[in-house]
């Protein structure tokens, strides 16, 4: 019988016992999640189990990364139901902290994200990087542990941790894990559930526009406006008019390339009725 995951809220109890284990000479994986769990936050708690002796997983729903307007108050909260699909991996233990914890009463200090936090998203959405990496920094703090585990599916989030760890010398390792999908091919994310049946179906445009750039790669196509423009065609043509960005990037720098070379990324973000989606296609090992 799977057991309930051992919550925590006080990062002081949790941070004793996780340095407890390290003594032991136990390794300690953490998994940073805002809750609303599904198979894409279950496959990086099961990569962090695969390698590491215990897994923690943060359940916060972080409010400086959001922006007035965005959908902090809506977003879903499903905490009996994130705890049970979590139960399936052990040991587990969940740090799920008060908004008060994470910032105390008069605290004002905040991580400017490094320069590849610029384009994209973050162009899109001014603060969300900043508040993404001043979460992550503190959560840091309060889960002292070996190795965390982000997914693939927020690509530029990747970096933008990975570039703060290497620039603020955090003695953690950052492991990226693949984008889990739909059987039909939409990536999974908490903010699915408020699409509608219609919209889900419009949303598939995404990854197939995706995977129809995977296709024409494969084939030969190098044209960066080319690909862009299968993307965009599968978008239109499913009736998704409102594309914040369809970027075909150097995943290292995240700048705009002509035409690509060894690794690529197409960075998708768009509106389906009120829901703001994204997706992406990285190739890492082109000929
Ligand atoms: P979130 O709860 O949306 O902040 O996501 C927490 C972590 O889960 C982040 O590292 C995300 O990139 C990752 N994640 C979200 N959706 C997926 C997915 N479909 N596949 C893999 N990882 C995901």
């Known amino acids: 019988m799977p057991t309930q995951p051992r919550a925590f809220e006080d990062p002081a109890a949790l941070a004793r016992e996780i340095r407890q284990l390290q003594a032991a000479g136990k390794r300690i994986g953490f998994v940073p999640t805002m809750g609303a769990l599904h198979a894409g936050h279950l496959s990086l708690a099961q990569a962090s189990a695969a390698k590491c002796d215990v897994t923690v997983v943060s359940i916060f729903v972080n409010p400086t990364q959001f922006a007035p307007g965005e959908d902090f108050e809506r977003y879903p909260r499903t905490w009996e139901a994130d705890l049970q699909l979590l139960s399936s991996v052990e040991p587990v233990w969940?740090?799920?902290?008060?908004?008060?914890?994470?910032?105390?009463?008069?605290?004002?200090?905040?991580?400017?994200?490094?320069?590849?936090?610029?384009?994209?998203?973050?162009a899109q959405r001014p603060i969300h990087f900043?508040?993404?990496?001043?979460?992550?920094?503190?959560?840091?703090?309060?889960?002292?542990?070996?190795?965390?585990?982000?997914?693939?599916?927020?690509f530029q989030q990747c970096r933008v941790i990975e570039q703060m760890t290497h620039d603020l010398l955090l003695p953690i390792t950052i492991t990226r894990c693949p984008i889990v999908r739909e059987a039909d091919g939409l990536a999974m994310s908490s903010r699915n559930?408020?699409?509608?049946?219609?919209?889900?179906?419009?949303?598939?445009?995404?990854?197939?526009?995706?995977?129809?750039?995977?296709?024409?790669?494969?084939?030969?196509?190098?044209?960066?406006?080319?690909?862009?423009?299968?993307?965009?065609?599968?978008?239109?043509?499913a009736g998704i008019t409102e594309i914040d960005y369809v970027a075909v990037a150097d995943p290292r720098n995240l700048e705009s390339v002509e035409t690509i070379a060894r690794e690529v990324v197409i960075l998708v973000a768009v509106r389906v009725g009120t829901t703001r989606?994204?997706?992406?296609?990285?190739?890492?090992?082109?000929?």
């Open 94 to 122: 969940v740090f799920a902290p008060a908004v008060e914890t994470m910032y105390p009463p008069g605290s004002s200090t905040v991580v400017q994200a490094a320069e590849i936090a610029r384009p994209w998203e973050g």
């Open 130 to 154: 900043d508040g993404v990496c001043t979460v992550v920094l503190k959560l840091f703090m309060a889960v002292p542990a070996d190795e965390a585990f982000f997914g693939q599916k927020d």
């Open 193 to 237: 559930r408020y699409l509608s049946a219609e919209e889900r179906e419009r949303a598939l445009a995404i990854s197939a526009g995706l995977a129809e750039a995977q296709r024409r790669i494969e084939a030969g196509e190098r044209n960066a406006l080319i690909l862009s423009q299968v993307v965009r065609e599968s978008l239109t043509t």
């Open 277 to 287: 989606l994204i997706d992406n296609l990285w190739l890492p090992n082109l000929k």
